[in-house]
């Protein structure tokens, strides 16, 4: 019995030299033994092969009709067909065979049990299949109206106060604190949003706040808005230059305090004394990170050099969980990777907006004037490393996110 096995494996593999060669791309095996499975599924319903599948160990006899007959054999005997030159055991056609035929038996038992029998397949692609997939995509949309929500509040508000200089300075802070709470309340219902460290980040002094790029970096605006609220003061930021292009969006982030990103300004922004927030990884972090929460800096270290010469400390700030609220999808990500860096267009689809468990930790402040930019933003690297490793159980997971809400479901790293 094991002689003639080795013997089978042997053709086979003279046969399939894919079977051997592990390197190999194992998909296309598993695809060509399914597809068999279906053609041998599709001839027992058609009668084309006749359901007993005996065996002989010679070549097996065809009928004037086209119909395959198989004669019964020994257990150990060979399947060897001329036509086909396919190899099998007698044990290994019947478990097949079987197999199959039980699957479609149970399939049918189960959707006659549940009542599916005579169920509308149009109707399950459209409400079960495609209205599923497209509210999750459709979901995002709800964090582009917040934004929208808060151009309106610094829109009003400037009206009604005949202002029209968005660097007017404290004379928007009441609009600011609006816009502020509109987005602490969100960030309290929806995600049970919690800052760890706020009192690390000074109340009056300059500082840099550098941070993990979520899909949707929307823990830094409920880090804004807390600043705003607590400290009474702006937390000012960067963001990518297409943001600035998107209609109706322009005035609200220059009230808001955002820039985007000149040397000079952050600079400045710094030397008056303001919190300045950045994330070094910026859109290809958001869009092409994944579930294991890699820095994708490669050799950004531009923050380091503005801290230098503003001469103020770096806190390093991670928010557990942050991509698991809005995800991107893996299908043809390398190709919208290289048009994103021929482009720099944010090309990349964004669903989600799962109510997860949102933890935002601030590290202990990075100032060291004797070491360069370069040093200071390997130094800020490692810190940063360090609390993702901490702080986050890797990989992220959707469903773990979700129970976190609950406080049973809270591991000891989480807390």
Known sequence: MSYQRSQLVKVVRSRHPYVTRQKHNLATFVVKMFVFALYAMVHLADGVITPSFCVTGSNCSESTSGTMSFHLAPEH????????EQLFTNTTVLSWMESVTVAIETLHVAMEYVGLNNLDWETVLIYWILLPTAVLYILPWSMIGSLYVTAIIIHRYGKKHNLTDPFAGDVWLPARRMAS???????KFWHGHEIHGLDKLPTHGPGMLV?????VPLDFYYVL???????NRPLCAVADHFMFNIPGWRFMLHTMGVTSGEHEHCVRVLKKGNLLGLAPGGLREALFGDENYRLMWKRRMGFAAVAKEAGVPIFP?????CREAFRTPRLGKRLLEWVYEKTRMPVVGIYGGFPVKLRTYIGDPIFDPNISAEELAKKTHRALEDMIATHQKTPGNLLRALLERIPVFRSQKNV
Do not use: E
């Not at 005997?77 to 086909?84: D, E, F, K, L």
């Not at 709470?181 to 960030?187: D, K, L």
């Open 225 to 231: 808005a807390k600043i705003n609220l607590v400290q």
């Open 181 to 187: 709470a509109f987005w602490t309340i969100q960030a």
């Open 211 to 215: 941070y993990y790029h979520g899909t």
């Open 77 to 84: 005997s060979v399947v060897c067909n001329a036509s086909t």
């Open 317 to 321: 700030m991670f928010t557990q969980n």
